[in-house]
């Protein structure tokens, strides 16, 4: 098991919300191995747990950070700040090499990276979802459909390890693509996925981008 895998899976195992790893990590989980690098670690956790998150990672040694987009972050005190509900959350561990906090005044703070992957357990990233009794639901804004997925098949265990399953991630990932890093996962997952989470996958591209996608195609020769 991966260093960071496991030391974030000893750090996150007493909390008393429900979480998951997404994004790179967790299509590497999906595969059985480490096929990249990674920029970060990326932590799904729940609306209605956002606060219950701020409590648990409120402790020595770390800083929380309220993410305000455009690469400005502000620092969370350990509270709820009504403006900043929903919005993900970056958990800083003090001396990380990953990233610079700049201070632009007024608890705001331009974020900068210091280098390409991280290598130390000095940094979480929480994504904030949403879900139902039954689903895991994929919400993007009023103007897009809500996509949903048995919470069962949505979030999925390697060795115990909680993890977003690939056909979700890369749902998500389909916004960027045109990235190295989305191709990739694009292309060790769908290598893996069965045809069940194929076809919600395509299905899902084809609820969220009515007008085509270039992952819709490929998907269709798979």
């Not at 996962?185 to 591209?205: G, P, Y």
Request: charged letters at 25%; aromatic letters at 12%; proline letters at 3%.
């Amino acid at each position: 098991m991966n260093t960071l895998i496991s030391q974030t899976k000893e750090l996150l195992q007493e909390a008393n919300f429900d979480w998951a790893f997404c994004g790179g990590w967790a299509i590497d989980l999906f595969c059985g191995e480490q096929t990249r690098k990674h920029s970060d670690i990326d932590i799904c956790a729940f609306a209605e747990n956002r606060d219950d998150v701020i409590k648990f990672m409120d402790r020595p040694n770390w800083t929380l950070y309220d993410y305000c987009g455009g690469g400005i972050v502000h620092l969370n005190a350990g509270h709820h700040e009504e403006k900043y509900a929903g919005k993900s959350l970056c958990c800083v561990k003090d001396g990380n090499r990953f990233f610079h906090f700049i201070p632009l005044g007024d608890g705001m703070f331009r974020q900068e990276y210091r280098q390409a992957d991280q290598t130390e357990l000095d940094y979480i990233d929480f994504m904030f979802n949403k879900r139902s009794e039954v689903n895991f639901l994929c919400v993007w804004s009023d103007a897009t459909p809500t996509i949903e997925r048995t919470l069962d098949n949505a979030i999925l265990y390697s060795e115990g390890i909680p993890y977003i399953a690939p056909e979700i991630a890369m749902l998500y990932d389909s916004r960027e693509h045109e990235h190295d890093d989305s191709e990739h996962d694009f292309v060790i997952a769908t290598a893996r996925m069965n045809n069940e989470q194929k076809a919600w996958l395509t299905n899902s591209l084809h609820l969220r981008y009515p007008h085509g996608h270039p992952w819709i195609d490929r998907l269709k020769v798979l």
